[in-house]
């Protein structure tokens, strides 16, 4: 769950980007697992569920880093964070991501998804960029 406000752009990096709101300090702490809101799905619901839903979950979910076999969605902003080999914030940890330096208001927030992918990330073309409200 997102920490912080957030808001869905337009990215230079893939299609729709997570940009922040307010000032954020190096150290503070910008998401953290919430499961009464952030879903960990069981990776053996997939095998019956509709392939809308597989396609979905591919794109937007990604492995639990100390549950094997479950995968976590973001149910906020966080699902739209794009990956860089330079980002400003660490995902290193399984509960809590924070900002790696001090990140400026409309900054686009961005993580590398080799921390909880243990691949390398693969682009898979642009989001659908009418969600973005005007």
């Not at 752009?9 to 910008?30: C, H, M, N, Q, Y």
């Not at 699902?79 to 990140?103: C, K, Q």
């Amino acid at each position: 769950m997102m920490l912080i406000p957030t808001y869905l752009a337009p990215s230079s990096i893939e299609g729709l980007g997570v940009f922040t709101r307010v000032p954020i300090k190096k150290g503070d702490a910008i998401w953290r697992m919430d499961e009464r809101f952030d879903r960990v799905i069981p990776v053996s619901d997939l095998e019956d569920a509709p392939e809308e839903i597989r396609v979905f979950l591919d794109r937007y979910a990604y492995p639990h880093m100390t549950r094997p076999g479950f995968l976590v969605l973001d149910v906020d902003d966080g699902r739209y964070m794009n990956h860089t080999e330079t980002p400003n914030t660490n995902f290193s940890g399984p509960e809590v991501g924070y900002a790696l330096r001090d990140i400026a208001v409309g900054e686009e927030l961005t993580c590398d998804y080799r921390e909880f992918l243990f691949e390398e990330p693969i682009h898979q073309g642009p989001r659908n960029l009418s969600l973005v409200a005007a």
